[in-house]
């Protein structure tokens, strides 16, 4: 299940870098088709609303970037009795995946949360073991299984 859920994940954080590509990619195109055929404010305004937009997607690509480039150097392969980042922990019929903070998701029926090493539940769960018992926000996890 574990190769499953990372491969998922990282095909998820590389469609979205793809994506973000092509919407710069796209507003780049159009803002040289649009200095050939214009002139006045009107231009010089689209202009800028477009550089304004490119900017952000540009910031928006450098995060999920720097996101994908954490996930792929957490080593997933390690096989330990307690959690660590890297561990898929099954608690309560629920999978939480100890990386990136990342969408929740549904594979093979099963739910998948992608939780950051610094999240509050990631953080009690460090060092458990499977059997040990947490409570956060009054909600009991039992620790079922860890890979």
Do not use: W
């Not at 574990?2 to 780049?28: E, G, V």
């Not at 006045?40 to 480039?69: F, I, R």
């Not at 093979?108 to 769960?125: C, E, G, K, V």
């Amino acid at each position: 299940m574990k190769p499953k859920i990372t491969q998922h994940y990282s095909n998820f954080l590389q469609s979205k870098i793809d994506s973000l590509r092509q919407m710069i990619a796209d507003l780049t195109e159009d803002a040289k088709n649009d200095a050939k055929g214009s002139a006045g404010d009107k231009h010089e305004t689209a202009l800028s609303m477009m550089h304004l937009e490119q900017e952000k997607l540009n910031q928006k690509l450098k995060e999920v970037m720097e996101t994908k480039s954490i996930f792929d150097s957490i080593d997933f392969e390690k096989k330990l009795a307690k959690v660590t980042t890297g561990s898929l922990v099954l608690a309560n019929d629920i999978y939480f995946l100890i990386s990136v903070s990342l969408p929740k998701v549904e594979l093979d029926q099963r739910t998948i949360f992608a939780i950051s090493p610094q999240a509050p539940l990631a953080q009690m769960l460090m060092g458990c073991v499977v059997g040990d018992q947490i409570s956060l926000n009054n909600v009991a996890y039992k620790i079922q299984s860890i890979s």
